[in-house]
DNA sequence: CTCCAGGGCCAGC
DNA sequence: GCTGGCCATGGA
């Protein structure tokens, strides 16, 4: 095992338990202070201490995690161009989602777990993805313990439609099989991020079991197309109760957005889905 | 029991 | 091009 590395940050813009939990991502689990967290074949621990948040993992994997949790971005620019917006729901979003970063997922990674999250709840999602780890992925071992790898295009394509539904994909089992065995037949995801944003959601959404609302997911978590604004049920409510919105087409809500924000687009939809789920939990467990 | 979750596919207009 | 019904699953 190589040495382990400490990396240390202001927490003002990036706050880990914001960052992970804002439904960007599902591979972390809370362990002692904060979280594991899994990317690929790799795995760090973050926690908040003070003013800080701290990264530790093995020293090779370091510029992987910098890169990982985009720690070379101003997001201060980004949260005062939510400000200056000048809409009371983006202002409140902003500032109680002021440390959330959009971290650079892995494309395929991101692929199948969103093809997975369709009409799907978080939590549903973070345990599916998990058994499709440990049933499939490769077991690692680092300071942190034993883990398992998000599994290879190999790996993912030779399991049965049977076993993703035994891991309770439901429907969303086919879909999985079908993207994988397309994608070891020659279909190469990778080569897909030189494209524009609107080529490449065209790109993904003839991937059966890809539509628009994953595409944009799938563009923005793991391509790094900020100028996409995914529309899911929260969004819907944002869009309908905040924005005063009358469109129906999530389609058309998803354009309405990045007309109006572009290149900030994404950043800002995160502040506005982590808002409207938060608030409406909470409101859920005061009734209780 | 019904309704819902980071929706997509398909048939029928 | 648009709409409604259907698709598994588990928690509330």
Redesign the pocket.
């Known amino acids: 095992m190589g040495n382990i590395v400490k990396l240390e940050y202001d927490s003002e813009f990036f706050n880990i338990k914001d960052t992970l939990e804002?439904?960007?991502f599902f591979r972390y689990t809370p362990y002692k202070a904060g979280y594991l967290v899994n990317s690929l074949s790799k795995c760090c621990y973050c926690y908040q201490t003070g003013n800080n948040t701290v990264i530790e993992c093995e020293e090779k994997d370091a510029f992987y995690f910098e890169n990982f949790f985009d720690v070379k971005r101003d997001y201060s620019k980004i949260y005062q161009g939510a400000i200056n917006e000048n809409v009371e729901v983006l202002t409140v979003s902003a500032t109680q989602g002021k440390g959330i970063r959009l971290l650079n997922q892995d494309p395929v990674e991101t692929l199948f777990c969103f093809i997975i999250?369709?009409?799907?709840?978080?939590?549903?999602?973070k345990n599916s993805i998990e058994k499709l780890c440990k049933s499939l992925g490769e077991k690692q071992v680092n300071f942190l313990g034993e883990y398992y790898a998000f599994p290879s295009i190999v790996q993912i394509a030779s399991a049965s439609v049977e076993f993703f539904?035994s891991i309770?994909l439901?429907?969303r089992a086919e879909y999985v099989k079908g993207v994988a065995e397309l994608i070891c037949s020659g279909f190469d995801a990778y080569a897909l991020s030189n494209l524009s944003t609107s080529e490449l959601k065209r790109k993904l959404?003839e991937l059966?079991?890809?539509?628009?609302?994953?595409?944009d997911?799938v563009a923005l978590f793991g391509y790094k197309k900020s100028d996409s604004f995914?529309?899911?049920?929260?969004?819907e409510k944002v869009y309908k109760q905040d924005f005063l919105g009358t469109l129906?087409?999530r389609e058309k809500i998803s354009k309405y957005f990045t007309d109006r924000f572009k290149d900030n687009s994404g950043y800002y939809?995160?502040y506005l889905?982590h808002y409207k789920?938060n608030t409406e939990q909470k409101e859920?467990k005061k009734r209780k």
């Open positions: 804002c439904g960007q999250s369709q009409n799907n709840n978080i939590p549903r999602i539904k309770g439901g429907y959404i059966r079991g890809v539509g628009p609302k994953v595409a997911c995914p529309v899911d049920t929260w969004i129906n087409d939809q995160q889905f789920r859920f």
